[in-house]
């Protein structure tokens, strides 16, 4: 087989990279390891910022997220036992997020790229990348039991933080910038109204970290931080909502809806860059590059955007035959990573419980609170943040 870019990873960013690619003349085949269903069982993210919005109407898959996202507003910040509303959109004159599931962008995607008629393998075993160091590298793979072979201009690696792009790079010339946190976060999905379908809502308490988000208005998203020794089996459902309610004030906690769950997973908590994110022929994009604890909402967001860049950067040296993109795509990157990164960051060190934290760390982190829900300009910092960057941002 012959494309121009090998897209490894059928997530939300292989999947994008290869519409928009589509979308410019561009072939592309997407080799993933798993199944389609196993790739849509995977609960994950859930706010969208405009320009992802805006990005999948340009790949042409807009409709799901005019239809069923859930714009919002403003975000709650709940310490003390005290609600203290963000009005993000009023901060930032005129910006909004939009609830809509990662698993429904995905859904989006694939049907979009079936209906095209494009070439995406699933359960594609022992993908292996070559010759990227060169301009004419080959991806091959497994498949029913029979070995193939994909010639092409350009490997796209969008295989998430465990993938095999990121691990086929020499050691020497790659550098990895990590922090994991002492804590994970425990997350039910539950077809029940949302208790704050205006506002996603985080929760500093004395019992850690409370996230109460939504799908749609029948489906809502909760996570609650626990300990990294933590098991899911744990975790009754009854036992959730007990804790969920006991990090909440008393209002939103005496009106949370509960029912059974019908997804629940802990994920544990990391902030992680690779750098550079070109290597020849072979080009890092999403979580196969970068990894932001989920507190920001940046994860698929910093996703979308190296993919507007990366398609940017490819359809530059196809069609107008410059490699002025694909030189410079790195670092036009990591700027907005580190952004994100350092956003990520500072929402997740100033609304969780850190074990090792008492005292001075604990005082220190109630004066923050106190400042940011009093000051507008410290406000204005967090929203901006969190509705995002634009594409371009110059400051
Ligand atoms: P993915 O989604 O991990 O997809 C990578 C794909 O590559 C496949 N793969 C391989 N394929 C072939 N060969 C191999 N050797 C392969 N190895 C792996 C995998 O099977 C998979 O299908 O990465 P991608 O596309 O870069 O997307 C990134 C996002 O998934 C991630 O950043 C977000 O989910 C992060 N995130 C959030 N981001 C937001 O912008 N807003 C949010 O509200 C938000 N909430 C979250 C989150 C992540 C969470 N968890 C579980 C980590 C909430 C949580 C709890
Ligand atoms: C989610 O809806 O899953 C979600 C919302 C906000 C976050 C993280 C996850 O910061």
């Keep these: 087989m012959k494309t121009q870019v090998a897209i490894i990873g059928a997530g939300p960013s292989g999947l994008l990279l290869g519409a928009l690619l589509h979308r410019a003349g561009i072939d592309n085949i997407i080799l993933e390891r798993q199944s389609g269903e196993y790739v849509l069982g995977r609960i994950r993210a859930g706010i969208l910022e405009q320009v992802t919005v805006d990005l999948l109407h340009e790949a ?40 809509y599931g990662q698993t429904e962008v995905t859904r989006d995607l694939m049907s979009h790229r079936a209906a095209q008629g494009l070439p995406t393998v699933y359960e594609a ?98 996570y609650v931080q626990c300990p990294l020794s933590d098991t899911v089996d744990a975790w009754s459902d009854q036992r959730f909502w007990d804790e969920l309610r006991l990090r909440l004030d008393p209002d939103l906690s005496s009106r949370i809806v509960t029912g ?58 196809f069609n107008d035959k410059t490699d002025a993109g694909i030189d410079t795509y790195s670092e036009r990157c990591l700027r907005r990573i580190w952004r994100a990164e350092r956003f990520s960051w500072w929402l997740t060190s100033l609304m969780h419980r850190f074990p090792d934290t008492q005292g001075f760390g604990q005082k220190i982190q ?30």
């Excluded at 709650?76 to 997020?97: A, C, S, Y």
């Excluded at 910093?302 to 359809?315: C, E, G, H, P, R």
């Design 125 to 222: 075993k022992d993908v292996a990348l070559h010759g990227f160091d060169g301009a004419s590298p080959y991806v091959t793979y497994e498949k029913d039991g029979q070995s193939h072979r994909v010639d092409c201009r350009f490997i796209a690696g969008c295989d998430g933080f465990h993938g095999v792009s990121r691990a086929s790079v020499p050691e020497g010339a790659i550098t990895e910038y990590e922090k994991v946190y002492p804590f994970g976060w425990l997350g039910v999905l539950a077809d029940v109204p949302p208790v704050s379908p205006h506002a996603i809502v985080y929760a500093n308490s004395e019992r850690g970290f409370a996230l109460c988000s939504m799908r749609s208005m029948t489906r809502s998203r909760y």
């Design 260 to 317: 059974p769950s019908i997804e629940k997973s802990i994920a544990p908590l990391r902030s992680f860059v690779a750098e550079p994110m070109r290597f020849g022929s072979l080009f890092l994009a999403g979580d196969a590059s970068h990894i932001v604890p989920p507190t920001g909402a940046k994860g698929l967001n910093l996703a979308a955007t190296d993919v507007k860049y990366l398609s940017q950067s490819f359809i530059e040296y």
């Design 60 to 99: 042409g898959v807009g409709d799901g997220v005019s239809q069923e996202g859930t714009v919002h507003h403003a975000i709650e910040l709940v310490f003390k036992n005290q609600r203290h509303p963000i009005d993000v959109t009023h901060l930032t004159g005129g910006k909004v997020v939009t609830a």
């Design 366 to 395: 109630e004066a923050e609170l106190d400042y940011l829900v009093n000051s507008e300009a410290l406000s204005r910092s967090l929203a901006e943040n969190y509705v995002g960057l634009p594409l371009n941002f110059a400051e």
